[in-house]
């Protein structure tokens, strides 16, 4: 727990925190111009799995990668690894604090994804007075289905710390993300879409077996992944 506290209190002189308030907020500045825009009423809930589908689809994955890569590089850029793996103890429990870290910033933007939708269409619904959207606030779906997309969006996450904390160089995470969205566009609409872990939190989106699956795959793929790589970067000599 110290050590996670350490870790968050260093965030403050990161770009990390203003990332965590940008993306979601932009998001919902781009859903709250798009409703402006819409010449027939939409419902609440299809304006809220629309905003929730863009966040999975590309938000999320280009959020997780900038943040991977700015966690990582608070030790990389200034080869602080030197001093932190030479204290006494276990030193995985610096890598596990980067986890925690990132899972708390990552559930710190869907709260405010969650937050901004609402205010970004009830805004847009008054301006165009009260003619845009039609049925109940669906903020009860809305914290539900953001709260599933970042569980399965664990996996992913995971795999970008792990490349961004293995590399000195923020080129690999970068190529990473890049690559995995890529792939996620590419392969959307697959079967096999529901094991890339760039597309598990879309899949949230799906049918209840597929959603399941993909919870499946991601939940697992995490608790497997998780203690080998905390072996690997404790292990590994190249800092």
Request: hydrophobic share 60%; proline share 5%; glycine share 8%.
């Amino acid at each position: 727990m110290p050590v996670l506290f350490t870790e968050l209190m260093r965030l403050r002189r990161s770009l990390a925190l203003w990332l965590v308030v940008a993306a979601p907020l932009s998001l919902a500045a781009l859903s709250f111009l798009i409703l402006l825009d819409r010449p027939k009423p939409v419902s609440w809930q299809i304006f809220a799995d629309g905003t929730a589908a863009i966040w999975a689809y590309l938000m999320l994955p280009m959020a997780i990668t900038a943040l991977s890569v700015l966690l990582a590089q608070v030790e990389q850029a200034a080869r602080g690894w030197d001093h932190l793996l030479a204290l006494p103890g276990w030193r995985g429990r610096f890598f596990a604090a980067k986890v925690a870290a990132l899972a708390l910033l990552a559930a710190a933007m869907s709260v405010l994804l969650v937050g901004a939708t609402m205010l970004a269409g009830l805004a847009a619904d008054a301006v165009r007075g009260g003619m845009i959207l039609t049925g109940e606030l669906p903020l009860p779906h809305l914290t539900w289905l953001v709260a599933r997309m970042w569980a399965a969006g664990s996996l992913m996450a995971l795999l970008q710390l792990w490349v961004a904390l293995r590399a000195r160089s923020f080129v690999p995470p970068l190529v990473l993300g890049i690559g995995g969205t890529l792939v996620g566009v590419v392969t959307a609409s697959a079967k096999q879409g529901v094991f890339v872990p760039w597309l598990l939190a879309v899949n949230m989106l799906s049918t209840p077996e597929r959603a399941t699956m993909a919870m499946s795959v991601a939940l697992g793929g995490t608790g497997l992944l998780l203690p080998l790589m905390l072996m690997d970067l404790t292990t590994a000599e190249r800092r």
